[in-house]
């Protein structure tokens, strides 16, 4: 069987290197751009401290406007603290009714206020669990009638002014709610009882008078996702918004308490994640952490809090606003998100770090962009999945052009794809147990899954010259590998056929004849695979052969996986082997290169000390990490 394996990765490869390339451009995508903020908790303890964070926020939004990004909207993803206000009014709104020391007309009038301050004048909101007394789904009419009544205070506040700008809307997100900026759609999933399931059941259990309130009923899961689903039959691709990502809870108590992200049915489950590996759904963006690692936030698909692999993949956590469980840190991981997306892939997100002592017009902000679309954009993530470093490629002027280096997939029903196929399902439903988890393994995006092969050790602390090797090679790689998969748009295997098995997936999704593409072409897997492989063979040429071989194993685990097809792991080779080419006739690699050798040399103790301009790089790069470390 590896001999079959192999000869038809050689036909595949061939076909890829005969084929003409595309002489067209890619089409220009609709994008929007927006600001995340979330979890402000403004009435909550320390509500001094989170009212200055979101006013840093909203001059921030304010800042960006005027420098000249076009922000299309703010997205507001709960927690605003109104677990902690008295019960809302009976004639619910009634805004600017009842007596300005009332605590709910307070709050009211504050929220209102600051939002008045935002140059963009439309924002979308979601529950958080600290919106809802005892995080109970039965108390959802608080969190909407707050909200209609900054509804009607915005309305008040532009009358009152009157050749001002027009009233800011403010619309909550919902799974069926139809909001479209351009093409793509914006829905909304209230996740902010669902960490418990005592906390909807009472009120979800399908009676009669459970679901008595249709505020209460739309509230519960089932109803949510049945709804999320119906949304998702449409053409157009959606951005979905929730307070409570899909992922492990990093905060101790909760991990012990709920290791698998939402308590909700089995089945319940299962059509979530279904609905949300819909390949419509670009992205999904989620707030509640108040983690005070910075690494946690971004995408969530390389961490150890990943759940479900295709739905960690999608996710992008913004960071809280308030100061909840970071009060003794020095440096905190509070700020606001910005993201860039088009009709299939996430092009930009930003984080923007709060401090109490920078203005809004001087921040840090960390790049948090990878290939949303799946897992699989390297250079972004350290050597064990953990954490953002920022590296920058080698290639000067930008990602080299793909559509010089690629041919377009082989066309369905085609001899090309009907040896393709043939290989996929040679690999895929041929695979020992022990092969199948060695690519379940392989799911993991990290260096360190080249240690063996490499024979020696890869680490941020101990090989600080090979990681920064590895990191500027795949922050070259990364940028054409999100342009090609965005722009061939190829569906995945299991989209297109019924397989047993598939990783990140329990149990393996159904065909879906209805969708109109996915990112399998190329592998991002395999892209991050074979070039650390050849990267790792230059540092190591005595062991190159091994190196390569495991670069080899790994994009085929992507196959056997039921992700990709052997030709989306051939393209990935030719797209590493022809940037490769470019960056090692660069200086900077060579320098860096020659480092990362005489480090694995003095690791082996075939070099007593390396050179005293490895030296000096070794130190620059430690100086960097201490700087980033809280």
Request: aromatic share 6%; with cysteine; hydrophobic share 40%.
């Amino acid at each position: 069987m590896a001999i079959t394996r192999r000869l038809l990765v050689c036909v595949l490869s061939a076909f890829l290197l005969s084929s003409p390339l595309l002489a067209q451009t890619p089409p220009a995508a609709s994008n929007i751009t927006f600001v995340q903020l979330t979890d402000a908790h403004l009435f909550d303890d320390d509500a001094a401290n989170n009212s200055a964070a979101l006013d840093w926020a909203i001059a921030r939004v304010n800042r960006l406007i005027a420098s000249g990004t076009a922000v299309d909207f703010v997205v507001y993803t709960g927690d605003l603290g109104l677990s902690r206000l008295p019960a809302p009014p009976r004639n619910c709104p009634a805004s600017g009714t009842r007596p300005a020391a009332d605590a709910w007309q307070l709050a009211v009038d504050t929220v209102a206020a600051r939002i008045n301050k935002l140059a963009v004048r439309r924002i979308y909101f979601l529950p958080g669990n600290n919106d809802l007394v005892r995080e109970q789904v039965g108390d959802i009419e608080r969190y909407r009638c707050f909200l209609a009544g900054v509804q009607e205070q915005l309305q008040k506040l532009a009358n009152a002014q009157a050749h001002g700008p027009a009233p800011v809307e403010v619309t909550n997100l919902g799974p069926d709610v139809a909001v479209g900026i351009h093409d793509i759609r914006l829905l909304g999933l209230n996740s902010a009882s669902l960490k418990n399931k005592e906390e909807y059941q009472p009120w979800c259990a399908g009676t009669p008078e459970a679901s008595a309130d249709p505020a209460i009923h739309a509230a519960c899961p089932q109803i949510q996702v049945e709804e999320l689903s119906n949304s998702l039959k449409g053409a157009n691709p959606a951005l979905l918004f929730t307070h409570i990502p899909y992922l492990k809870d990093p905060y101790p108590p909760r991990a012990k308490e709920l290791p698998g992200a939402w308590d909700i049915p089995g089945s319940v489950r299962t059509a979530w994640e279904q609905a949300a590996c819909d390949q419509k759904v670009v992205a999904i963006f989620a707030g509640h952490f108040h983690d005070g690692r910075r690494e946690l936030y971004g995408t969530g698909g390389r961490t150890p809090l990943q759940v479900a692999e295709c739905v960690s993949n999608k996710i992008w956590v913004a960071p809280p606003l308030a100061v909840k469980h970071q009060e003794n840190q020095t440096v905190q991981a509070r700020g606001l998100l910005v993201a860039t997306v088009a009709s299939n892939a996430v092009t930009r997100c930003d984080i923007h770090w709060y401090s109490a002592t920078d203005s809004a017009d001087k921040v840090v902000t960390t790049d948090c962009r990878q290939d949303s679309a799946h897992a699989g954009a390297p250079g972004t993530r350290d050597a064990m999945g953990k954490g953002t470093r920022q590296a920058t490629g080698y290639i000067a002027m930008g990602a080299p052009d793909f559509m010089r280096i690629l041919p377009p997939f082989p066309s369905v029903d085609s001899p090309a794809d009907a040896v393709d196929v043939a290989a996929f399902q040679q690999w895929h439903e041929h695979a020992s147990l022990t092969r199948r988890q060695l690519a379940q393994a392989d799911v993991d995006l990290s260096y360190s899954r080249f240690s063996e092969a490499f024979g020696g050790e890869i680490d941020p602390i101990k090989t600080p010259l090979l990681i920064h090797l590895l990191d500027r090679v795949e922050a070259d790689m990364s940028e054409a590998l999100n342009k090609a998969k965005a722009y061939y748009n190829r569906p995945r295997p299991y989209q297109r056929f019924p397989l047993d098995h598939v990783c990140g997936f329990d149990p393996a999704p159904k065909p879906d004849a209805t969708s109109k593409g996915g990112n399998s072409y190329p592998s991002g897997h395999s892209t991050f695979g074979w070039s650390v492989a050849v990267t790792l063979a230059e540092v190591s040429p005595g062991r190159a052969q091994t190196i390569l071989a495991r670069g080899r194993e790994y994009g085929e685990s992507r196959v056997v996986c039921g992700v990709h097809y052997p030709s989306d792991v051939a393209a990935a080779q030719l797209l590493v082997s022809s940037i490769i080419g470019q960056v090692r006739s660069l200086p900077e690699y060579r320098q860096d290169l020659s480092c990362a050798q005489e480090e694995h040399a003095m690791a082996a103790q075939a070099l007593p000390e390396i050179s005293s301009e490895c030296i000096a790089l070794r130190d620059r790069l430690k100086a960097k990490t201490a700087a980033r470390e809280p």
